[in-house]
T-cell receptor, first 112, second 115 residues
Framework: GESVGLHLPTLSVQEGDNSIINCAYS??????FIWYKQESGKGPQFIID?????DKRQGQRVTVLLNKTVKHLSLQIAATQPGDSAVYFC???????????FGTGTRLKVLA | DSGVTQTPKHLITATGQRVTLRCSPR?????VYWYQQSLDQGLQFLIQ???????AKGNILERFSAQQFPDLHSELNLSSLELGDSALYFC??????????????FGEGSWLTVV
């Protein structure tokens, strides 16, 4: 269903460490997935995407892993920096439908 | 800068009033999406248009309506406003709608405060 939730899960990591943010998606027919970063008071910003015919995709300092068996998506951020502090959302889409469904979001806090 | 433009950035209005939020999609994008985000909440999908036609509807109240014009810009109309309508309203756009592999890009949002 649609994303809801008053209290976002929070992940606190030390600067320089790697971060792993997880997302469980809802529809086994979903074939396209996106990760977004949202800083306070700003719009969600595209980070990386992956299609269902792939298990892994790498970008600059970020890697997305897709496990279709358990409907799980993860975002790995290497060498986490203070500027990475934000809320991260995953989104899923199914070909043939118009709607993108967003996860609840995870707040990432980077500790100096 | 995503290329999606939203106006106004901030809006304060009284209960019972009506407001219109405007969105210009990225150049070439035919699909426009509207989302609502309340404090510390996720993105609630409201409605989506493709090339002027409504294609998908989410949790949009009857007091709210939207349209997409021939020039592809979109407006979200919120009427009989209540305190609970205070939120960030985001517009997003993508090239097409049905096909997967089309990223949607968000604007910076319109902050609506109902007092």
């Amino acid at each position: 269903g649609e994303s809801v939730g008053l209290h976002l899960p929070t992940l606190s990591v030390q600067e320089g460490d790697n971060s792993i943010i997880n997302c469980a998606y809802s529809n086994s027919a979903s074939d396209y997935f996106i990760w977004y970063k949202q800083e306070s008071g700003k719009g969600p910003q595209f980070i990386i995407d992956i299609r269902s015919n792939m298990d892994k995709r790498q970008g600059q300092r970020v890697t997305v892993l897709l496990n279709k068996t358990v409907k799980h998506l993860s975002l790995q951020i290497a060498a986490t920096q203070p500027g990475d502090s934000a809320v991260y959302f995953c989104a899923e889409k199914t070909s043939g439908t118009y709607k993108y469904i967003f996860g609840t979001g995870t707040r990432l806090k980077v500790l100096a | 800068d995503s290329g999606v433009t939203q106006t106004p950035k901030h809006l304060i209005t009284a209960t019972g009033q009506r407001v219109t939020l405007r969105c210009s999609p990225r150049s070439g994008d035919l699909s426009v999406y509207w989302y609502q985000q309340s404090l510390d909440q996720g993105l609630q999908f409201l409605i989506q248009y493709y090339n002027g036609e409504e294609r998908a509807k989410g949790n949009i109240l009857e007091r709210f309506s939207a349209q997409q014009f021939p020039d592809l810009h979109s407006e979200l109309n919120l009427s009989s406003l209540e305190l609970g309508d205070s939120a960030l309203y985001f517009c997003a756009s993508s090239v097409v709608g049905l096909s997967s592999g089309n990223t949607i890009y968000f604007g910076e949002g319109s902050w609506l405060t109902v007092v």
